[in-house]
C-alpha cells in the first residue's frame, strides 16, 4: 500500500480501526515521527479531523532555521550552537545565518554590514507619523503602526524603529542615527546606532558605552529565533496568505505583545517587595493564592502604593517554565551572566536583588524543580531591561526588534516551500441549531453581556487591560494628588513641570488665579481617584 508515495514498512506505519464501521487504515510514520494528519480523511464518509488546542503536538511546517532540544536543553542556529554563537559571533552576522542560511565571509559581512547601516534613515513622512501619536502611546503600538506603514512607503530595508519610540516615550526629539565612516563599518554599529539614538542629548561627540553594546549585541543573538513560538507561527500564518513582509512583521510583533512576557516578571518581583518576602510568596504560589497583599505584612508600604490582585487567578512564578525546554533555556545562563555585567555598571537595585534571590529560592524548592519550572530567557532579559532604567512597557519592543531577523527567515524559507499552502484549519461548531429570524416584538430577552468598556477593563476577561497606560493607575493618582497639595501649601507655581513663565508671560495667569487652578485640578484628581477605585471593587465582584 502507498501513502504519500511512500512505501510503507511493518515497523513504519501507524494501524487505525474504526470501531463502528470495522474498516482500517494504514498510516505511514515519517522518517520525523510524524503522520499524515489528512490520512484520516480516508477512514470512513464522515471526516475525522484531529483536535488539538494551541497546537501543542501538531507540526504545520519543515525549516532548516533553527533546532530546540527540549530535553537536553540545547538551542541551534542553522546547526550552529547558540552558545558558540554568542562567544564568536555578533548580531548582524547571525542574522545573515538565519536569513541565508550560512555564517558570512569577510566580503559578505562587508556588504551587509553596509547595506544594513546605510538604511537606518527613515521616511521624513514616517518620522511625522510617528510624531502624531499621543505623548502616552504605548511604545510597542507605535512600533507595531510604523512596522504597519512600512508597507506603504516601501523602502529598501526595514530600520531600527525602537530608538525613536522610545525617545516619544520619555518626551525627547528624535535623533539621526550615528554618524559613520563609510570606509570602515563595523558589526558593532548597529547596536551603538540603536545606544546613540537612544541616549544622545545635545553632546556633539557623543559615544555609546561600548560594554553596554556588547551586552545589546549577545542579547540580540539569544532573542533572534526560537522555534515555533506563538509570534513565529503568525508570522508563518500570516505570509500564507501572500501578504507583504511588513504586514506580517507587525501581525507577528502583536503576537509578542502578550502579558505573560519580560514585564510580568518585574511586576511580580515588585510585587515581592524585600528579599525576605521570597519563600513567603513561594508558598503562596504552591498553595496557588490569589491575594498578593500578604507580602505587604513584612515591610512598610503606605495604603495607597499596595497592589491586590483583583483577577481571581492564582499566582505565578513568572519568567520560569517554558514549554518545550523540559531541564534549562540554554539561554538563561548566557542571559543571567550579561545582567551581572549590566550590574557592575549601573549598581543593583532591589527588584535586582530579588532576582537573584528568588532563582536561587526557586531552583532549591522540591516543589518548582519537580515540575521542571527553570528561568526561562524572559527571567534575567527582564531584569537587564529595567538595571538599564527603561519603562516596562518598552520592553516587548526590546523583544521584537531582533526577533525580525527571525520572522524574515521565516518568511523565506515559507514562500520558497514546495508544500506550503495557505493555512486554513478547522473548527468545531458548538452553537445553537438551526435558527429562524422572527419579529423584534416577539424576541424574548437574553442574559448576554454586552461588550463595553467595563468589559474591556476588566481583567477577569482581558489580562490586555494591563497595557492601558500606567499613569492612570490610582497609584500614580495619588502621587500627583500628594505633589499637588505641596504646590498649594508652598504656594508654588510649579505642579509637575508647570513653570511661572507658562502661566504669567504666555497667558497672562496671575498667582492667585493659578493657585485658584490648582485647588480645582485637586478636586478632579480626587473624583478620578474615586472612581477608578470605584472600578477596582467593581473588577474584584465580577
Same mark, same amino acid.
Given at each position: 500500500?502507498?501513502? #504519500? ?112 547601516? /546605510? /538604511? ?47 525617545? /516619544? ?12 565612516? &563609510? ?23 557623543? $559615544? ?22 506563538? #509570534? ?31 514585564? =510580568?516578571?518585574?511586576?511580580?518581583? #515588585? ?21 498578593? #497583599? ?9 495604603? /495607597? ?27 538563561? $545562563? ?109 424576541? $424574548? ?18 489580562? &490586555? ?21 505641596? =504646590? ?41 481617584? =474615586? ?8 473588577? =474584584?465582584?465580577?
Amino acid at each position: 500500500m502507498q501513502e #504519500s508515495g511512500t512505501e510503507i514498512e511493518k515497523e513504519n506505519f501507524l494501524s487505525v480501526t474504526d470501531s463502528i464501521t470495522g474498516n482500517t487504515i494504514k498510516i505511514a510514520i515519517s522518517e520525523f515521527n510524524t503522520i499524515n494528519a489528512n490520512a484520516f480523511l480516508k477512514l470512513n464518509s464522515v471526516p475525522l479531523r484531529c483536535y488539538d488546542p494551541g497546537l501543542k503536538n501538531t507540526v504545520v511546517s519543515k525549516t532548516k532555521i533553527s533546532l530546540i532540544d527540549g530535553q537536553d536543553g540545547k538551542l541551534y542556529y542553522r546547526g550552529y550552537n547558540i552558545e558558540d554563537l554568542v562567544e564568536k559571533s555578533n548580531f548582524l552576522e547571525v542574522a545573515y545565518l538565519l536569513i541565508y542560511g550560512s555564517l558570512p565571509d569577510k566580503s559578505q559581512l562587508k556588504n551587509w554590514n553596509h547595506n544594513i547601516m /546605510h /538604511h537606518t534613515y527613515i521616511h521624513v513622512e514616517l518620522e511625522r507619523q510617528m510624531a502624531t501619536y499621543r505623548y502616552d502611546a504605548h511604545p510597542m503600538g507605535m512600533l507595531i503602526g510604523t512596522v504597519a506603514s512600512l508597507s506603504t512607503f516601501h523602502p529598501e530595508a526595514n530600520p531600527a524603529l525602537q530608538a525613536n519610540t522610545f525617545r /516619544h516615550r520619555i518626551g525627547r526629539s528624535y535623533n539621526n542615527p550615528m554618524p559613520l565612516n &563609510a570606509d570602515n563599518i563595523s558589526a558593532d554599529d548597529y547596536c551603538g546606532n540603536i545606544w546613540y539614538m537612544i541616549d544622545k542629548l545635545n553632546q556633539p561627540d557623543f $559615544k555609546p558605552d561600548k560594554r553596554l553594546v556588547k551586552v545589546l549585541d549577545k542579547l540580540f543573538i539569544l532573542l533572534a529565533e526560537n522555534g515555533s513560538n506563538c #509570534s513565529t507561527s503568525t508570522m508563518r500564518h500570516l505570509i500564507s496568505s501572500g501578504v507583504d513582509p511588513y504586514t506580517a512583521l507587525a501581525g507577528s510583533m502583536s503576537a509578542l505583545f502578550g502579558e505573560r512576557k519580560c514585564h =510580568a516578571v518585574i511586576d511580580m518581583l #515588585s510585587d515581592i517587595g524585600t528579599v525576605e518576602n521570597v519563600q513567603l510568596f513561594l508558598s503562596m504560589v504552591k498553595r496557588k493564592e490569589t491575594d498578593t #497583599s500578604k507580602l505587604y505584612s513584612n515591610i512598610h508600604i503606605p495604603q /495607597h502604593n499596595r497592589k491586590k490582585k483583583v483577577s481571581g487567578k492564582p499566582l505565578r512564578l513568572m519568567g520560569f517554565g517554558h514549554r518545550v525546554y523540559k531541564t534549562v533555556d540554554p539561554r538563561v $545562563k548566557i542571559a543571567k551572566s550579561l545582567a551581572l555585567e549590566v550590574f557592575e555598571i549601573f549598581g543593583k537595585d532591589d527588584i535586582c536583588e530579588l532576582a537573584i534571590e528568588l532563582e536561587e529560592a526557586a531552583l532549591n524548592d522540591e516543589y518548582v524543580t519537580s515540575r521542571k519550572l527553570y528561568p526561562n530567557v524572559d527571567y534575567w532579559t527582564a531584569v537587564i531591561l529595567h538595571c538599564c532604567k527603561f519603562p516596562k512597557d518598552m520592553f516587548p519592543v526590546w523583544l521584537a526588534v531582533p526577533r525580525v531577523a527571525g520572522f524574515l527567515a521565516h518568511w523565506i524559507e515559507s514562500i520558497d516551500d514546495p508544500e506550503y499552502k495557505i493555512f486554513r484549519p478547522r473548527q468545531i461548531y458548538v452553537g445553537n441549531e438551526i435558527m429562524h429570524v422572527t419579529s423584534k416584538l416577539r424576541r $424574548k430577552a437574553s442574559n448576554v453581556v454586552e461588550l463595553d468598556a467595563a468589559y474591556v477593563r476588566n481583567p477577569t476577561y482581558v489580562d &490586555a487591560s494591563k497595557r492601558r497606560n500606567e499613569s492612570q493607575s490610582v497609584e500614580d493618582l495619588q502621587k500627583l494628588i500628594s505633589s499637588t497639595e505641596i =504646590a498649594i501649601e508652598k504656594g508654588s507655581s510649579e505642579v509637575e513641570g508647570w513653570k511661572d513663565w507658562i502661566g504669567g508671560k504666555l497667558f497672562g495667569i496671575n498667582q492667585e488665579r493659578l493657585r485658584e487652578t490648582q485647588k480645582e485640578l485637586l478636586i478632579l484628581l480626587e473624583r478620578q481617584k =474615586a472612581l477608578l477605585e470605584q472600578g477596582r471593587e467593581e473588577n =474584584a465582584q465580577n
